[in-house]
């Protein structure tokens, strides 16, 4: 009968960062503003990662209930970017974040 | 958590009463509303309420009540200030109202959260409908890229934010303040998890209130955004955030002093400096209180150095001050017709009207820190607590506000000028009432110390 171990804990804190550093980078580089949208919902789930592994690591649900909590906000979140975006291209014909340049000084 | 309640179903409210067209009405019920979370809140403790608010780890101690009091009336003004310039755009000023009572409803929770399940709700409540804020001036370009930045800006440190909480929990096991508080007292965490989630929560957080080096995006969307929403960003958001900071490095991190306390001293150095230094050259209204408010949020972030009680009243006096006098600022920018450079054609506008020239003065000298006025004791209180630990950062204070004083008189210089190209301008009810309310908070604010 095969017995399965447990992955050790270190493995899902090392691969949710490398997603989690992946996303942020994303943010930095890209241009589209849609990809942009992505990068942090790729961040975000990295996070969920993270909390389900230390959730059930510790044996305790509170980290998943956070879980939930994340995905509720950050569907809140991409509504409201979403329509931003919508109201941005609507104006600006184009979804590329370096015709931004209206505000400086 | 009544009054949470109670503001969360006027925003509710407000928002089938833009059905009607009537800003009267949503204006009328938004104050109702908020007149009543005001005496909940000033009753809070002294009766027994239905919904415990422990249940939902909210608590509030003695700062904890006056600054919810104080972002509630700062909502008010807000509201009473708005209501002239966007109830002329008659059909979306209840829509606006009910996202303020909605981010107030955030801004309640995070200022007495107890557990990181309240801290991040309340952070994104008081921060999701401020972007909607930020764009809703219809068809114009500036808003909503303002808007698109604050987004991005915003939801990127969340990310941060929320990455930095799933290490702490991965440290300690626990979302509740007082355990985590606990378990690094007693060295029962895993430091490799603790210190870089610590530093990630700090830098996501200095993000929200916008210090140094996380300070560029306040210009941009200040400038963007209409002015009601401005004052509401200075005021209710600024209060909510900094205090929620300061709680968090105080009540959980405070054992953890050596490992950002570094970081926080050159954080806290920079901003002083970079603000006002900024400010100097600006000519829209909008853009020099970005920069004054990055300015004015170092020194409130002294009250996380100085280690003292941490229910200090210090930091309140100096947020009512700042609001208040950001709100009078920007009511009286408000009189301008040219969004770019109002500075310019404001010129002089003290001198013909005395009623604003007052206010501009106690505002103005209240913010460059001058006795008798509520900034300067703020400032004085905020200073004096880091005088003893960390003297550098005192100093460095004092010649902040210098700085800061030469730009606010050069402002008043150009608001008494008697030479003027001002257009009339017609005083209206709103605004006398904003007005002298805030410079009553200026001139008596302070005596909140002697509660």
């Not at chain 2, 200030?81 to 107030?104: E, H, P, V």
């Not at chain 2, 355990?179 to 610590?198: H, K, N």
């Not at chain 2, 902040?400 to 606010?408: F, H, Q």
């Not at chain 2, 050069?410 to 009432?433: C, G, M, P």
Request: aromatic share 12%; net charge neutral; proline share 2%.
């Amino acid at each position: 009968m095969p017995t399965s171990t447990p992955i050790n804990i270190d493995f899902y804190i090392i691969l949710a960062t490398l997603l989690f550093v992946i996303g942020a980078f994303g943010v930095m580089i890209r241009r589209n503003m849609i990809v942009l949208l992505m990068c942090i919902e790729l961040m975000l789930n990295a996070v969920n990662l993270l909390m389900v592994a230390f959730s059930s690591y510790y044996n305790n649900a509170d980290a998943q209930i956070f879980v939930f909590f994340i995905i509720v906000v950050a569907a809140a979140e991409a509504t409201v970017g979403l329509s931003i975006l919508i109201l941005a291209y609507r104006q600006l014909r184009s979804i590329d974040i370096s015709i931004f340049n209206k505000l400086k000084g | 958590m009544d009054a949470v309640v109670v503001i969360f179903v006027t925003g509710l409210i407000s928002l089938f009463l833009g059905m009607y067209h009537k800003p009267m009405l949503a204006l009328t019920s938004n104050l109702l509303g908020l007149s009543t979370a005001f005496t909940l809140f000033f009753l809070y403790g002294t009766y027994n309420s239905v919904l415990k608010s422990h249940f939902f780890s909210l608590v509030y101690d003695g700062s904890g009540v006056l600054l919810s009091l104080l972002s509630i009336v700062m909502t008010a003004l807000v509201l009473i200030m708005g209501y002239n310039s966007q109830s002329k755009d008659r059909s979306n000023y209840a829509d606006l109202t009910s996202l303020m009572m909605f981010s107030l409803t955030g801004a309640l929770c995070l200022i007495g959260f107890r557990d990181f399940f309240m801290f991040f709700i309340g952070l994104e409540i008081l921060s999701i409908p401020v972007y909607v804020l930020v764009g809703s001036r219809r068809g114009n370009q500036a808003s909503a890229e303002a808007a698109l930045k604050y987004f991005f800006t915003g939801s990127f440190a969340t990310a941060i934010l929320l990455f930095g909480i799933a290490l702490v929990f991965g440290a300690t096991g626990s979302f509740n303040i007082n355990e985590i508080g606990f378990a690094i007292l007693s060295g029962l965490y895993t430091p490799e998890l603790m210190i870089p989630g610590a530093l990630m929560i700090l830098a996501a957080l200095l993000f929200k209130v916008g210090a140094f080096p996380f300070h560029f995006w306040t210009a941009d969307v200040y400038e963007g955004s209409s002015k009601p929403v401005l004052a509401y960003m200075s005021t209710t958001v600024k209060i909510a955030g900094l205090f929620a900071l300061v709680q968090l490095m105080g009540l959980i991190f405070g054992n953890l002093k050596g490992n950002w306390e570094m970081v926080l001293y050159v954080v806290i150095i920079v901003t002083l400096f970079l603000g006002y230094l900024s400010a100097i050259q600006q000519k829209s209204m909008k853009r020099l209180l970005a920069y004054s408010g990055i300015s004015n949020t170092g020194i409130a972030l002294l009250s996380i150095m100085s280690g003292a009680d941490h229910g200090s009243r210090n930091i309140v006096i100096f947020l009512l001050a700042y609001g208040a006098s950001a709100l009078v600022l920007l009511v009286v920018a408000q009189f301008a017709q040219d969004e770019e450079n109002d500075l310019e054609e404001l010129k002089g506008i003290g001198y013909r009207y005395p009623f604003l020239g007052i206010a501009l003065l106690i505002a103005l000298l209240s913010l460059s820190g001058i006795p008798p006025f509520s900034g300067f004791f703020g400032k004085l209180l905020l200073i004096q607590d880091v005088l003893v630990n960390h003297p550098v950062l005192s100093i460095c204070a004092v010649l902040s506000s210098v700085i800061g004083a030469y730009v606010y008189i050069k402002l008043l210089l150009h608001f008494f000028h008697k030479e003027s190209t001002l257009k009339d301008v017609r005083l209206n009810v709103a605004s006398i009432i904003v007005i002298t309310v805030a410079s009553l908070l200026l001139i008596g604010g302070w005596l909140i110390l002697y509660i």
